[in-house]
């Protein structure tokens, strides 16, 4: 990815670095050559040319570029399941991928955690990103999903005679398991998506209290993924489930749903970051009924979303790391609306502002392996830097409407926002 040339001052604005420190009202932050050069109030840095190029943040937040730690580019808005395998061919769905990469830029994400995807395409849309092709957050990739036979992800049945390959690898025993990692080794992905529980969304034979893969499976899923130095992670919500995801060796957690003290022992003795991606339970309950959903699904819904709270709440006390992230692509909880997962964590959650935004930021970079790149505003990080109208910390619901960012920074670039048009 190209990043500018020469320096630039953002200044006037109250900038939240993300490493920790409360807010700097007036600070100013320095980019140079597509790094952060510098942060601070202007009286104690350097003086420098007043030629340099001056960006006015004031009356806004300035903080790191955001990640979207559970991105799924290839889910286009579905309001039924099915659809996501069957109703548009791969041709298009790369097109609505790319779509979905730049919208998520424009709302802030410089950067995002593939949750899984059709058909290896986030692989090549992060090379396309990478490239400048098409605008998006910087990708970290997953490829195709793992899930046991009759699991939550595989629901064409026999008679249609079509399988999930464009979706999920479906595997039958550590084997297979080996077989599927070995296939997204070569594909390029570097986090491998496994499916250890099921969902409320399938309340009849999956459901969230349903484990998808014995502990064998995913036993030989991390033993092969660690030999090639990719990482794991698994859409866990069973507490079985979570514990047999931990004790495999897994490197991260979807959803972390139903935790209980032994699985945050284990959490916390590896120090797993979880993403409880927690707003699409909301979403699917509010707006569910318009799309369709019956009632068993949406009581299921309730149940992972009172027992999601409990465990974010839980993970965050004790010192654990949570990512943000929001699992979005279907109807009831579609691409751009990112943001209402940060916001839902301040309200109906419980968390700070601050503590959301830390999560978003630097815990964000830290689940996508590149804390040392990304995450926070410091000198030598990559100036991927958001500035935000209006006070964050005093609302952080202002990131749920485009008019309100001002400007996304990648690499020093100035990619999106209302400063682009003025
Ligand atoms: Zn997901």
Known sequence: MKSASGRLRIVGGMVFDGTGKDPVQGAEVR???????????????????????????TGCTVLPGLVEAHFHSTYFNVAALEDLDIKYPVEYITLLSSSNARLALECGYTAARSGGSLHNIDVWLKKAIEEDVVPGPRLVSSGREICGAGGLMDWNPEFRKIGMEGLVLLINGPAEARSAVRK????GVEWVKTYPTGDAASPDVNDHHTLCMTAEEMNAVVETAHNHRLKVTGHC????????????????LEHATFMDQEALDLMLS??????PALYFEKASIERG?????SSRVIDGHKETLEGGIKSARMILEAG?????????????????DYARELTFFVTDVGFSPA????????NGAKILGRENE?????????????????????DISLLENRSNIRAVFQGGVLKAGTAMWR
């Open 374 to 394: 990304l995450g926070t505003l410091q000198a030598g990080k990559l100036a991927d830097v958001l500035v935000v109208s209006g006070n964050l910390l005093k």
């Open 31 to 57: 980019l140079r050559d597509g790094l952060i050069e510098a942060v601070g109030l202007a009286s104690e840095l350097p003086s420098l040319d007043p030629e340099v190029p001056v960006f006015d943040a």
């Open 184 to 187: 997204l080794v070569k594909d």
């Open 355 to 362: 503590q959301v935004l830390t999560c978003a930021t630097r």
């Open 320 to 336: 654990g790391c949570l990512g943000m992230g929001g699992d979005y692509g279907f109807a009831w909880n579609p691409h751009g």
């Open 237 to 252: 919500r069973a507490t079985e489930g979570i514990k047999n995801a931990l004790r495999a060796g897994y490197d991260a």
């Open 270 to 275: 590896r120090d797993v970051p979880a993403v």
């Open 289 to 293: 009924p318009e799309f369709g959903m």
